[in-house]
């Protein structure tokens, strides 16, 4: 398991009367996960079948593949089920080439993957719905889609402000709601229905997918649709985003490497890519920058992707969303220039533990530090 990954995991696992052992290459990443949990840990590849033994995949309920190769991954899961009938097999993928042809890659006649979780998809599918939800924080779907929980900020002008949470069955008394929790200045409060509502709270509701809106309209204005995009990077999650989105919105994207540029001119239908630096004025002026919707920056790179962001709100971007993989940042930077942090750990930490929390837990979504 990779340190950010397998670290969380074992972090959220280990305090609900599980038993863990954590495999990674890395002593001394294994040695601080030790100090820190109650845990066993084996050094060594977690793909070979002394060290799979070593861990006790021999009476493993579930093994967990999470490195940061997906090669690895499969073979740990195929070793698991063929050699110690390990039950349950979970590996992630990243790799769109296998994400593409899962359905005939992953089973058990083949490679015996139970659940895959793609980081990537995962966290196009995030952004996606962000858009779809102008003004939301976060929205987690639910029930095949048809429920989902929603991240919103109050602000002056929604009818909610000032006023008990009791207040919004008299505002809305078709639409049925709960509000699950609220942060105010960093810190989380228990709602009630005589909490009343200050600018500049975080809520968190749950309601039918089709009411999201209407919720939200009480607790601020509602946005009007996103129609320019500007994507910054052409990795995975980049190309991915703009395949989905150009066939609605205006897209354009950035890629700072030649070569890419050019693939992504060619296989894009109506995106325009750039071969440029995003933290280039002139480049961002030359593109109207101010007229941009939403700016989105999803390179690997997290100080490039907020330095790019907060120019280009600087310059005139109406909202930005970055992309960041250090979880410290993501409470960090979120509400201030930036808009939205989007952290492929947390949603990829989310997806895990749906599968590997028993009971009748049928989802799980991480979506704030406390």
Do not use: W
Not at 42 to 63: F, K, Y
Not at 170 to 183: G, L
Not at 288 to 313: C, G, P, R, W, Y
Request: aromatic share 6%.
């Amino acid at each position: 398991m990779p340190a950010r990954v397998g670290g969380t995991l074992a972090e959220n696992l280990v305090g609900e009367n599980n038993d863990i052992t954590v495999v990674d290459t890395n002593g001394e990443r294994l040695r601080t996960l030790q100090d820190k949990f109650d845990l066993r840990v084996v050094q060594g590849h977690g793909s070979h079948p002394r060290v799979l033994r070593e861990a006790g995949a021999d009476d493993a309920d579930m093994l967990v593949a999470v490195t940061s190769s997906d090669e690895t991954n499969m073979v740990a899961c195929q070793v698991a089920y063929s050699l110690f009938n390990t039950p349950n097999r979970i590996a992630r993928i990243r790799s769109p080439d296998y994400v593409r042809d899962a359905d005939k890659l992953f089973h058990s006649d083949a490679v015996p993957i139970d659940h895959l979780i793609a980081p990537e998809q995962l966290v196009i599918d995030n952004i996606y719905r962000l858009i779809e939800y102008p003004g939301a924080l976060q929205v987690v779907n639910f029930a095949e889609g048809k429920v989902s929980l929603a991240v919103v900020k109050a602000y002056y002008g929604g009818p909610l402000i000032g006023n008990a949470l009791s207040t919004m069955r008299e505002h809305m008394p078709h639409i049925d709601t709960r509000v699950a929790a609220i942060f105010r200045h960093d810190r989380p409060i228990r709602p009630q229905g005589s909490t009343i509502v200050e600018a500049g709270d975080e809520v968190f509701f749950i309601a039918a997918s089709q009411h999201i809106r209407a919720v939200m309209s009480e607790l601020q204005r509602l946005e009007k649709p996103y129609k320019r995009i500007m994507l910054v990077g052409g990795g995975n999650i980049g190309a991915g985003l703009a395949r989905r989105l150009e066939k609605d919105y205006s897209v354009k994207l950035i890629e700072r490497n030649q070569q890419r540029a050019a693939e992504l001119a060619e296989k894009l239908q109506n995106t325009i890519v750039f071969f440029g630096d995003a933290s280039d004025q002139e480049l961002l002026a030359e593109e109207h920058i101010d007229q941009v919707d939403l700016f989105i920056a999803v390179t690997n790179d997290d100080e490039a992707n907020i330095m790019s962001a907060m120019l280009a709100k600087r310059m005139g971007a109406k909202k930005v969303m970055v992309l960041i993989q250090r979880r410290a940042y993501v409470d960090l930077v979120q509400g201030s220039v930036i808009d939205i942090a989007i952290s492929p750990q947390q949603a990829t930490i989310s997806a895990l533990l749906s599968h590997v929390r028993k009971a009748d837990i049928v989802g799980v979504s991480s979506l704030r530090a406390a």
